[in-house]
C-alpha cells in the first residue's frame, strides 16, 4: 500500500501544447482518487503519467518515499485497467489473469493461489476456463480487472474501465469495483468524464479542464462548495442554473436582480459574509448559480419568490423537471435563453405551455461567480475582506479599533478601503473579537470573527484553544489601502523573482574503484545569478535538465523566492539598499539587484546600503520563463 505525491507536474509536447499544467496533490494511501472532466481535459494523460506510460516533462512524482520520475512501468509495483480491457484473445480467463505473474517467474502454486482468490473476490471462478469472446463486456472488465489484483499493486489505476458498457452494466459494476475497493484496502486512481461515477465512488474528485486542475475536494464539497462556474455547472444534475445579474447593498440588506427579468430578492447582507465587498454596489456583472432542487414550485417553501414562463415539463418518475424561464414576456418557448430556469417538483406535477407560476428560492445555496474570471465571490476561504478605514495622526481606526500604524506605512490622513487578507489575521492580543463560526474547511480550521460591523476570516491551528472570545492580530506588511479604486498603499510583496542560468563544469573528484581510491572526471552544477555563483545540487540539476531538455543551459530561469528564503551574508549576490521597511515586529530590506527589486527579511536596526545575498536553491521555485512551467 502507498500513498502518492505529484509535485508540480507538467506534460509539454515538442509542439508546444500544455497538456497537463502544474498539477500538484497529494493521495493518502488507501484512497479512491477520480480524475474527471471533458475530454482533451488532461486526466488520462495524468493518470499515464503516473504509470509510467508518458513521460513527465517537469515535476515529481513520488509513490511512497521513493521519486518514480525515472522508474520503469513494471518497476513502480502499480497496475492498470485499461477502457478497452486489452485481453489476450486466444489465452483462457486464467492464462490471461496469470500471465504477468509467469513473467515474474512466481512459483505455480503461489501463481494459482493468487488467479484464484482473484477470481473468487470478482466472481468469475466458472469462467477461468472460457475465452474472452466467450464472455460478456462486463464479464471481460472484471478479467481485466483481476490480471491486475493479483499483483497486488500499490496502486490501482482505471482509465474509463466502465465506457464500454451499456447503462445497466456499468451501474451494476461502478458498485461493484467500490466494493473491490473496499476489499482490497489500495489505493484507487480512476479517470471517468462521466460526473455520476465520480460523485458516487471517490473518496476526493479531481475537477479538469484544458489541462488545469479545477478543484480537488470530496463529492459533497463539490457539490455544496464549487470554486467556479465550470465545477458548478459539471458537477450535479441537472446542471446548476446560472443567470446574468448584480448585487446591491443598502445597508443589512442586498437587492439581488437577475438581468433582462423582473426578478429582484431582497437578502440579508449575513449571506454575503464572505463575498468580495467589490461585487456589492452593482458596478461589476455577477453570474448567479441555484441549483434545481433549490427551487420549489411550492411558493411557500421558501421565503423568496419569482414569477416564471412554463415551457415544459419531463416527467421523471420519483420527480418532474418543469422547465420555464423567468423573463415571463419572452416569446421564445423552445429555444435555450440566459433566463431559462429548471425546477425540480413533486411526481405528477402538470401545467400547461405558457402558464405563470410563482416560484420560491432557497438563497442559502446560493451561488455566485465573477462573469468575466467565472470565480466563485465567495469562496469556502475568502481571501480577503474589505472594510473601512481613517487615517489620522499616524493611526488607523477600522472596525471600532485604532492601530498605530508603523514607519513603513506612511499614508495620508483620510478615509480609505482597506483589504485586511485572510492569511493577515492570527489569533493575538491587539482587537477584541467574537467567533461566530467555526469551519473545518478540508482539514483547516477557519474562523469567522466579528469585529465591530463586519465578520474577518482567520486560519488557526489545531492546538490553538479558541472561546466565544477572542483576541486578534492583523499583520500590517500584509494589508492594503486604497481610495476611490486608486491603491495608495501596498502590502509588502512576498514573492521576490530572480533571473537565473544553470551551468555545468568539468571537474575531478575521488572515487573509490576496486578498492582504491582514484581521480576521474564528473560534472558539477552552479547556478548562476546577477554576479554571484551558488553550487547547485545533482538531484536539482537532473530535474532541470530533465525538464528542461539538454539545451536548459542555454534557458533563462527565474528564481522565486520570499523574503524569508534569502539571507544577507558575506559573499553572494551584489545588492543595493534602497530603503529599509519598519513593520513594528519586523524589518525589510528593500534591495536592488540589477533593474530587479528583492525584498529582504533584516534585523531591527539594519542600515547598511550594499550588501551580499545568498540563495538556497533547494528551498526556491525554479521557472523556465519560455514556457512558463515550473521545473524545481
Given at each position: 500500500?502507498?500513498?502518492?505525491?505529484?509535485?508540480?507536474?507538467y506534460?509539454v509536447?515538442?509542439?508546444?501544447?500544455?497538456?497537463?499544467n502544474?498539477?500538484?496533490?497529494?493521495?493518502a494511501?488507501?484512497?479512491?482518487?477520480?480524475f474527471?472532466?471533458?475530454?482533451?481535459c488532461g486526466?488520462?494523460?495524468?493518470?499515464r503519467?503516473?504509470?509510467g506510460?508518458?513521460?513527465?516533462?517537469?515535476?515529481e512524482?513520488r509513490?511512497?518515499?521513493?521519486v518514480?520520475?525515472d522508474?520503469?512501468?513494471?518497476?513502480r509495483?502499480?497496475?492498470?485497467v485499461?477502457?478497452?480491457?486489452?485481453?489476450?484473445p486466444?489465452?483462457?480467463?486464467?492464462?490471461?489473469?496469470?500471465?504477468?505473474?509467469?513473467?515474474?517467474?512466481?512459483?505455480?502454486?503461489?501463481?494459482?493461489?493468487?488467479?484464484?482468490?482473484?477470481a473468487?473476490i470478482l466472481?468469475?471462478?466458472?469462467y477461468?476456463?472460457?475465452k474472452?469472446?466467450e464472455?460478456?463486456?462486463?464479464?471481460?472488465?472484471?478479467?481485466?480487472l483481476?490480471?491486475a489484483?493479483?499483483?497486488s499493486?500499490?496502486?490501482?489505476?482505471?482509465?474509463?474501465?466502465l465506457?464500454?458498457?451499456d447503462?445497466k452494466?456499468?451501474?451494476?459494476?461502478?458498485?461493484e469495483?467500490?466494493?473491490l475497493h473496499?476489499k482490497?484496502?489500495?489505493?484507487?486512481?480512476?479517470v471517468?468524464?462521466?460526473?455520476?461515477?465520480?460523485?458516487?465512488?471517490?473518496t476526493?474528485i479531481?475537477v479538469?479542464?484544458d489541462?488545469?486542475?479545477?478543484?480537488?475536494d470530496?463529492?459533497?464539497?463539490?457539490?455544496?462548495y464549487?470554486?467556479?462556474?465550470?465545477?458548478?455547472?459539471f458537477?450535479g444534475t441537472?446542471?446548476?442554473?446560472f443567470?446574468?445579474?448584480k448585487?446591491?447593498?443598502e445597508?443589512?440588506?442586498?437587492?439581488?436582480?437577475?438581468?433582462?427579468?423582473?426578478v429582484?430578492l431582497?437578502a440579508?447582507v449575513?449571506?454575503?459574509?464572505?463575498?468580495s465587498?467589490a461585487?456589492?454596489d452593482?458596478?461589476k456583472?455577477?453570474?448567479?448559480?441555484?441549483?434545481?432542487e433549490?427551487?420549489?414550485?411550492?411558493?411557500?417553501?421558501?421565503?423568496?419568490r419569482?414569477?416564471?414562463?412554463v415551457?415544459?415539463?419531463?416527467?421523471?418518475g420519483t420527480?418532474?423537471q418543469?422547465?420555464?424561464d423567468?423573463?415571463?414576456?419572452?416569446?421564445?418557448?423552445v429555444?435555450?435563453?440566459?433566463?431559462?430556469v429548471?425546477i425540480?417538483?413533486?411526481?405528477?406535477?402538470t401545467y400547461?405551455?405558457?402558464?405563470i407560476?410563482e416560484?420560491?428560492?432557497?438563497?442559502?445555496h446560493l451561488?455566485i461567480f465573477?462573469?468575466?474570471?467565472e470565480e466563485?465571490i465567495?469562496?469556502r476561504?475568502?481571501?480577503?475582506?474589505v472594510v473601512?478605514g481613517?487615517?489620522?495622526?499616524g493611526?488607523?481606526q477600522?472596525?471600532?479599533?485604532?492601530?498605530?500604524?508603523?514607519?513603513?506605512i506612511?499614508?495620508?490622513?483620510?478615509e480609505?478601503?482597506?483589504?485586511?487578507?485572510?492569511s493577515?489575521v492570527?489569533?493575538g492580543e491587539?482587537?477584541?473579537?467574537?467567533?461566530?463560526?467555526e469551519e473545518?474547511?478540508?482539514?483547516?480550521?477557519?474562523?469567522?470573527?466579528?469585529?465591530?460591523?463586519?465578520?474577518?476570516?482567520?486560519?488557526?491551528?489545531d492546538?490553538e484553544?479558541?472561546g466565544?472570545?477572542?483576541?486578534?492580530?492583523?499583520?500590517l506588511k500584509q494589508?492594503?489601502?486604497?481610495?476611490?479604486?486608486?491603491v495608495m498603499?501596498?502590502?509588502?510583496n512576498l514573492?521576490?523573482?530572480?533571473e537565473?542560468?544553470?551551468?555545468?563544469?568539468?571537474v575531478?573528484v575521488?572515487?573509490e574503484?576496486n578498492g582504491k581510491?582514484k581521480?576521474?572526471p564528473d560534472?558539477?552544477?552552479?547556478?548562476?545569478v546577477?554576479?554571484?555563483v551558488f553550487?547547485?545540487?545533482r538531484r536539482?540539476?537532473?530535474r532541470?535538465?530533465?525538464?528542461g531538455?539538454?539545451?536548459?543551459?542555454?534557458k533563462?530561469?527565474?528564481?522565486q523566492?520570499?523574503p524569508?528564503?534569502?539571507?544577507?551574508?558575506?559573499?553572494?549576490?551584489?545588492?543595493?539598499?534602497?530603503?529599509?521597511?519598519?513593520?513594528g515586529k519586523?524589518?525589510?530590506a528593500?534591495?536592488h539587484v540589477?533593474e530587479?527589486?528583492?525584498?529582504?527579511?533584516v534585523?531591527?536596526g539594519?542600515?547598511?546600503?550594499?550588501?551580499k545575498l545568498?540563495?538556497?536553491p533547494?528551498?526556491?521555485?525554479?521557472?523556465?520563463?519560455d514556457?512558463n512551467?515550473r521545473?524545481?
Open positions: 500500500m502507498a500513498s502518492l505525491n505529484l509535485s508540480h507536474i506534460k509536447y515538442p509542439n508546444g501544447k500544455k497538456a497537463v502544474d498539477f500538484s496533490m497529494e493521495i494511501d488507501k484512497e479512491f482518487i477520480v474527471v472532466g471533458p475530454s482533451g486526466k488520462s494523460t495524468t493518470l503519467m503516473i504509470a506510460l508518458e513521460d513527465i516533462t517537469a515535476g512524482l509513490i511512497g518515499d521513493v518514480v520520475n522508474v520503469e512501468p513494471k518497476d509495483d502499480i497496475a492498470m485499461f477502457q478497452n480491457y486489452a485481453l489476450y486466444h489465452m483462457t480467463v486464467y492464462e490471461n489473469m496469470a500471465f504477468g505473474l509467469r513473467l515474474r517467474k512466481l512459483p505455480k502454486e503461489e501463481i494459482d493461489r493468487k488467479v484464484r482468490e482473484a473468487e466472481g468469475i471462478t466458472e477461468l476456463d472460457k474472452p469472446k464472455m460478456s463486456g462486463g464479464q471481460r472488465q472484471r478479467v481485466a483481476g490480471r489484483i493479483v499483483r499493486p500499490k496502486v490501482m489505476l482505471l482509465d474509463e474501465p465506457s464500454n458498457l447503462a452494466l456499468r451501474n451494476a459494476m461502478r458498485s469495483i467500490s466494493k473496499h482490497l484496502q489500495t489505493t484507487f486512481i480512476y471517468t468524464h462521466d460526473q455520476v461515477e465520480a460523485m458516487t465512488m471517490g476526493r479531481v479538469m479542464r489541462g488545469y486542475v479545477q478543484q480537488i470530496t463529492p459533497r464539497n463539490l457539490y455544496q464549487p470554486g467556479n462556474k465550470f465545477v458548478a455547472g458537477i441537472p446542471q446548476m442554473n443567470f446574468e445579474g448585487l446591491v447593498q445597508g443589512d440588506v442586498v437587492h439581488i436582480t437577475f438581468d433582462n427579468t423582473s429582484q431582497d440579508p449575513s449571506l454575503f459574509n464572505k463575498t465587498r461585487y456589492l452593482g458596478s456583472k455577477v453570474i448567479i448559480g441555484l441549483r434545481a433549490h427551487l420549489s414550485v411550492n411558493p411557500d417553501a421558501h421565503p423568496y419569482a414569477k416564471c414562463r415551457s415544459h415539463v419531463e416527467e421523471l420527480d418532474c418543469v422547465y420555464a423567468f423573463n415571463t414576456e419572452s416569446e421564445d418557448i429555444g435555450e435563453s440566459p433566463t431559462t429548471i425540480k417538483a413533486p411526481a405528477g406535477s400547461d405551455v405558457d402558464q407560476i416560484v420560491s428560492l432557497d438563497l442559502n451561488h465573477d462573469a468575466e474570471t466563485s465567495a469562496p476561504i475568502p481571501s480577503e475582506v473601512d481613517v487615517v489620522k495622526g493611526k488607523l477600522l472596525l471600532g479599533n485604532t492601530i498605530v500604524l508603523p514607519e513603513a506612511a499614508a495620508e490622513d483620510g480609505y478601503d482597506v483589504a485586511i487578507p485572510t493577515a492570527s489569533l491587539d482587537i477584541a473579537a467574537k467567533v461566530v463560526e473545518n474547511v478540508n482539514g483547516q480550521r477557519l474562523l469567522q470573527l466579528q469585529v465591530g460591523d463586519r465578520v474577518l476570516f482567520s486560519i488557526v491551528g492546538d484553544q479558541v466565544a472570545s477572542v483576541k486578534i492580530n492583523i499583520d494589508i492594503k489601502l486604497s481610495r476611490e479604486g486608486e498603499q501596498q502590502p509588502l514573492v521576490n523573482t530572480l537565473a542560468r544553470i551551468s555545468k563544469h568539468k575531478v575521488e572515487k574503484i581510491v581521480k576521474v560534472l558539477a552544477f552552479t547556478l548562476d546577477a554576479d554571484a553550487d547547485c545540487s536539482i540539476a537532473l532541470l535538465v530533465n525538464g531538455g539538454q539545451n536548459i543551459f542555454d533563462k530561469l527565474n528564481l523566492f520570499s524569508y528564503q534569502i539571507t544577507v551574508g558575506e559573499e553572494g549576490i551584489s545588492a543595493t539598499v534602497e530603503k529599509v521597511l519598519d513593520y519586523e524589518a525589510f528593500v534591495c540589477g530587479q527589486v528583492v525584498n529582504v527579511s534585523e531591527k539594519f542600515d547598511a546600503a550594499e550588501i545568498s540563495v538556497d533547494e528551498v526556491m521555485a525554479i521557472i523556465e520563463v514556457r512551467i521545473l524545481a
